[in-house]
């Protein structure tokens, strides 16, 4: 059984600092990682995936993979008040049995202003 | 393009009755995905279709069953509501396994009272 860990938070973090997101998973095959973000009453909408070691940049966020230490992180630049939401961790494996993502329960990120 | 589309949206049932939610994609995805979420506990995998034609169970199959009508559409039906049913349904779709981002609907609230 794949499991993926959160922090629940809240993780409460002023406007233009640097909210760090933080992600454990157990199955050590998992080769593909992807972070969600999800308003309150919202669908998960992804914003990063990430598929080797090291970091990956897009705008404001950065994903980084550390296979060996089967941990992901989401590092969100200049933080604004929009980016306050759910952050779900999502990985996939190397198939059989379920092919689906297994989630983590997500972190509750709050901006303040 | 419209991506995932779930019906309905929102649905109260009474205990015993049974409905059946839709959802289809135009994305020409392979695989979809039937997922609960409930306060505290994420997202969980109900049932998924990796390909038109075939059907597996996930996590939290009990009380569920599900159709691959064709390769866009993918229904879930409640046999016999049960409040330990209530919860925000979700649709997923993506383009295989193992190494792609899933899309999500938009979600269906659902209560049984």
Redesign the interface.
Known sequence: QKEVEQN?GPLSVPEGAIASLNCTYSDRVS??F?WYRQYSG?????IM?I?SNGDKEDGRFTAQLNKASQYVSLLIRDSQPSDSATY?C?V????GG?????????THLIIQP | NAGVTQTPKFQVLKTGQSMTLQCAQDMNHNSMYWYRQDPGMGLRLIYYSASEGTTDKGEVPNGYNVSRLNKREFSLRLESAAPSQTSVYFCASRTGPFDTEAFFGQGTRLTVV
């Open positions: 629940s080769q593909s992807f919202k669908s998960p909408e992804l995936s598929y779900l999502a996939t494996g190397s198939g379920a092919d689906g993502l297994t989630f983590g329960k997500g």
